[in-house]
Structures are given as C-alpha cells and as structure tokens.
C-alpha cells in the first residue's frame, strides 16, 4: 500500500491508501476526493484528471508520455509539473505522494 495525499484548491488534503499497479485517479475517484472528474475513466482522452505533482515528487513521478502531453493541453492553467493522474501508475517509489488538485478541471 501506498500513501497518496491529495491537497485541494482551499487547502484541504486528503490522504488515502492506493493499491500498486492502481492509477492515481482510479483512487481519488474510489475515495470521491472533490475536484477530480475524469470523466473518460482513465483513457488519457479528457483530461479532468489533471493534478500538479508537488515539486518534491516531480522526479519520482517522471514526465508525461506524448499521448498526455497532447490531452494536457486541454487542461486548465497548465503548469510545469502538471500530469493528468489517470496515467501515473501508483507503485512503492511513490508512498508519501502529494499531488495537488486544480481550482477547477478543464
Ligand atoms: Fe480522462 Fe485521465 S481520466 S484523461
């Protein structure tokens, strides 16, 4: 098990266990944390899933694939170490994550 915070536009965090091998987005949807849509169930082709990976985890978390690098730009105020959650893949190298979720989705 691996822990995930999620921290909320006002400041609200929500912590959670995720599964390995599950999506970041797949458990934010399991736990209802506000402001994660996604809304096409994790295909990388809506881009409500979208969450800025805290500065300390960017490295740990790695860089988009092309594919999300295209959905990102259907985001709202896309930043550096934004990532839509729906493809990062929650293994032991990420316990402790802290990503953080956007005033609102795209
Ligand atoms: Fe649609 Fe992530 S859930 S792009």
Known sequence: MTTITFVAFDGTRH?????NGSTVMENAIRNSVPGI?????????????????DDAWKAAVGEPEAMEEDMLDFAYDVRPNSR????????????????HVPERQA
């Open 84 to 99: 839509l959650s729906c493809q990062i893949r929650v293994s032991d190298k990420l316990d402790g994550l802290v990503v």
């Open 15 to 19: 912590e959670l266990e995720a599964e």
């Open 37 to 53: 849509e996604a809304e096409c169930g994790g295909a990388c082709a809506c881009a409500t899933c979208h969450v800025y990976v």
